[in-house]
């Protein structure tokens, strides 16, 4: 009996872990679109600099994103820039990043981030709950089966940052 | 237990298969499209279970293709509480919850926010309506009274077909579609970029399809060409503003029998015509943004021409101009207003239908408001009310309550008590035709005549319903409904008199017949396997209409309207396969229980289809439409018009990206 169960067992976890796989592929290649039409929407204090310069997306202590901001993103540009998505390792690199894909999920880490970004406007985009309530600037969430945003204003003024009313409309929330 | 294992042994390689499909560009869709999309579906397409208080059911343009439907109206059986019916080749009735009938007038149809019913009778010719499948991004159908906001006619449901943005089809599409019913339906689109943010679509859609036999060998007049071609342009003014403009242009060749009463033994004969129909659809549209204030401006234009039409030979122009602004919360409070004009101008021939006057202009005008008030965090209140003045009976009012309960994200509840109103059409206040002829010397005709002090037909709806998904695989949505209907139009007999040779007794229309129906829904849409989605729904349905004790309509129970041409029961279930190497296996099985009016049988229907996709911009798919029987009927009585059985058919189908 209990061998007949844990073949049933490899079974459906081969089974259910393939569908598994499929939804957080799909929910990443999705959050890397919307991470695209951010950049849209954002205008950076200094603009984006001289045409054909990176624009540089750092992912910071997370690996949930995998290959796929590199396959959805990687040889497409904003206004020209070429997209470069970078793998960053120490605080000291934050501030080359346009936006900055973190797995950072305390208060305090948060606002150590915040602090690190002001001077660069380098925009923290997380998937931890409340991200923004924390003082990121914009963070992930999933109401009803489907990608939804809250954007922390105050913290965007902070980066000298202005993201377009039309962005905020779109937003589930906007801390302000 | 070994036949178990070796079961799931074979279907785990097909399994491992099904999610190396190949990976859209999702950077190509905006927000909020991306908004759209589910994360964990149950199905693929962006289903929206979003927090709606009401039967709301969106037909994907994944799930169509799947379906192996060919056109809209055979797409619309796709949702629960939807009666669909071929008529012939080109005609079908189509309605929500009953009433149906070749011109089923309780239900608004609406392409990209667009009204496309006559008001000369309130129905839908759909044939005139043969937008290429896939411009279509999905159809909403919205079950129940829609009338508290998109204002009368929508008494029994609400259809919105919305088409892509051309953000969405930028390259070029080549379909085409050969089979034993369709002789050809070929279709070119190309789509591109103007600048940074302005894009383009254009389209072409040659279509031809036989006529059906009436008897074997011996095909009827009802064969059917029509060539459909559109533009549509979409520009964002700046960040914050979105400009749309779109035109469609349709011209046809159609067919149909059709019967008329004489004063002549044996009484009636049936007719055959052919003629031309054409219109043109346009649509302007403006949307903005502004501190968090949204506003959209819509002026859409419709002409349309069936002046050759033997039945209801009309000409129309119609305006409509609707405004539309969502307001700021304030508070607990998110206000949405809007103000709606229409001008719709028509001009009819002799048929079997005349009108008097021959022609008339019309006039429209509408505003409604409805505020959603959050009540707690997980409970939402909207009420609302449209008010709307016709020429026919001044001014109405459609007020509406929706509550509803989302305890978590996985389950919602909600509860709706609505009134709607259908305002008389034109055909109902200056009609006249000749439904029959009653044999004898002398004999005697049934005239039925319009009456221009005809009231509105009323309904209250009462309704529930809950959705949940489960383990994010399966979504479930189950709705039962209760509707009362008053002053729903009667026929009332007049004083008989003599004209040359025979009598004639002039029935006027009246207001005196009352109806209530009841019903329960539920859909189902699972994915059992991460290659095997199932979709399923019931539909029941059970309806008593009643004439008031002062009526003397002694004809009008026995008319198309008087007994819907709808069924008790609906079942349907589709099973979507993704097998290996890019195949896909799909079936559809619908089961109508037989039409209430008595005068068309139970019927299962099967379409199957496969498809294979070797690359990502070619797909070959062939299948067989209604394969269970070699012919069967769908539509029993249709307004003037003969029913024909609707034959099996098969069909082979390209499309071709690049």
């Known amino acids: ?176 | 237990m070994k036949r178990f294992y070796i079961l799931a042994l074979s279907i785990l390689p097909v399994a491992a298969l099904g999610q190396t499909e190949p990976k859209q560009d999702m950077t190509q869709f905006g927000i909020e499209d991306l908004m759209k999309f589910e994360v964990t579906t149950a199905s693929k397409g962006a289903q929206s279970l979003s927090d709606v208080p009401s039967a709301i059911f969106v037909i994907s343009e994944d799930d169509i293709r799947r379906s192996g439907a060919g056109n809209i109206p055979e797409a619309l059986r796709l949702a629960p509480g939807v009666n669909v019916s071929q008529i012939d080749a080109n005609k079908w009735m189509v309605s929500i919850r009953g009433f149906n009938n070749r011109f089923a007038d309780k239900l608004l149809v609406l392409i990209d926010g667009q009204s496309v019913y006559t008001p000369l009778f309130s129905g839908v010719y759909w044939d005139a309506h043969m937008l290429p499948l896939n411009e279509v991004d999905r159809i909403e159908v919205i079950r129940g009274p829609g009338g508290s906001l998109w204002g009368a006619n929508a008494v029994n449901g609400v259809i919105n077909i919305i088409t892509k943005k051309t953000s969405q089809t930028v390259g070029g599409a080549f379909t085409s579609e050969v089979g034993s019913d369709t002789k050809e339906n070929v279709g070119m689109r190309y789509g591109g970029k103007f600048s940074k943010d302005a894009f383009y679509r254009v389209y072409a859609n040659i279509f031809a399809s036989s006529a059906l036999d009436i008897l074997p060998g011996k095909p009827g007049p009802d064969d059917w060409q029509s060539i459909q071609t559109g533009i549509r342009i979409d520009k964002g003014l700046d960040t914050d503003h979105h400009f749309m403009f779109k035109t469609d242009v349709q011209t046809e060749h159609v067919g149909q029998r059709y019967t008329r009463p004489t004063l002549q033994a044996p009484y009636s004969q049936t007719l055959e015509a052919r003629y031309p129909v054409s219109g043109i659809n346009s649509i302007l549209r403006w949307e903005g943004t502004e501190g968090g204030r949204t506003h959209s401006l819509q002026i859409s234009f419709t002409h349309a021409d069936r002046d050759a039409a033997p039945d209801l030979p009309e000409l129309r122009d119609t305006i409509d101009v609707d405004y539309q602004t969502q307001l700021k919360k304030v508070g607990r409070h998110a206000l949405t207003v809007g103000a709606g004009y229409s001008y719709s101008a028509d001009s009819t021939a002799v048929g079997v239908v005349n009108f008097a006057p021959s022609s008339y202009k019309e006039t429209l005008f509408s505003a409604f408001l409805r505020d959603t008030v959050e009540v707690a965090r997980d409970i939402k209140l909207q009420i609302g009310s449209k008010l709307e003045h016709n020429p026919f009976t001044g001014w109405e009012i459609q007020p509406s309550a929706q509550l509803l309960y989302t305890p978590n994200e996985q389950r919602s509840y909600w509860c709706s008590l609505s009134r709607a109103v259908r305002t008389p059409s034109r055909g109902d206040i200056s009609s006249e035709f000749d439904a029959a002829v009653i044999p004898g010397n002398p004999p005697t005709i049934l005239e039925f005549i319009g009456n221009p002090a005809l009231a509105s037909e009323e309904v209250i709806s009462n309704e529930i319903g809950t959705r949940f998904t489960l383990k994010d695989t399966t979504f479930l949505d189950f709705t039962a409904f209760f509707n009362e209907y008053k002053k729903l139009r009667s026929y009332e007999p007049g004083q008989p008199f003599f004209d040359t040779d025979h009598v004639v007794v002039p029935f006027f229309f009246g207001n005196k017949r009352s109806a209530q129906t009841a019903g329960f829904e539920v859909a189902l849409k699972t994915r059992l396997k991460p290659w095997w989605s199932l979709d399923a729904s019931a539909s029941l349905f059970s309806e008593r209409m009643r004439l008031s004790s002062d009526s003397g309509d002694n004809i009008g129970l026995y008319t198309s309207d008087g007994r819907g041409g709808a069924s008790r029961q609906q079942y349907q279930v589709h099973s979507k396969m993704d097998l290996a190497h890019g195949i896909e296996f799909d079936n559809s099985l619908y089961y109508v229980s037989a039409l209430i009016n008595g005068v068309v049988p139970a019927y299962y229907k099967l379409d199957s289809r496969i498809g294979w996709s070797p690359n990502s911009n070619l797909e070959f798919s062939v299948g067989v439409r209604n394969a269970l029987k070699p012919s069967t009927l769908q539509a029993g009585e249709a307004a003037f018009e003969t029913a024909e059985t609707i034959p099996r058919s098969i069909y082979l189908k390209m499309t071709l990206k690049f």
Request: include cysteine; charged fraction near 20%.
């Open chain 1, 1 to 176: 009996m209990t061998f007949r169960l844990t073949r049933v067992w490899i079974i459906a976890l081969l089974l259910f872990g393939g569908a598994r796989a499929y939804a957080v592929d799909r929910e990443h290649q999705l959050k890397a679109a919307f991470i695209f039409n951010f950049a849209k929407f954002i205008e950076w204090p200094g603009g984006l600099g001289d045409s054909g310069s990176p624009f540089v997306i750092g992912v910071y202590g997370t690996d949930t994103y995998g290959q796929e901001l590199e396959q959805a993103l990687g040889g497409k540009n904003i206004d020209g820039h070429p997209i470069i998505i970078e793998e960053i390792h120490a605080d000291s690199s934050v501030h080359r990043c346009r936006l900055l894909i973190t797995g950072a999920n305390t208060e305090e880490r948060i606002s150590q981030l915040v602090r690190l970004s002001k001077t660069s406007g380098t925009v923290l985009i997380g998937d931890a709950p409340d991200f923004a309530r924390m003082g990121g600037t914009v963070g992930f969430g999933i109401s009803s089966g489907k990608i939804r945003f809250d954007v922390n204003l105050l913290t965007a003024r902070a980066d000298s940052v202005a993201i377009s009313s039309r962005l905020l409309g779109l937003a589930r929330s906007v801390i302000r």
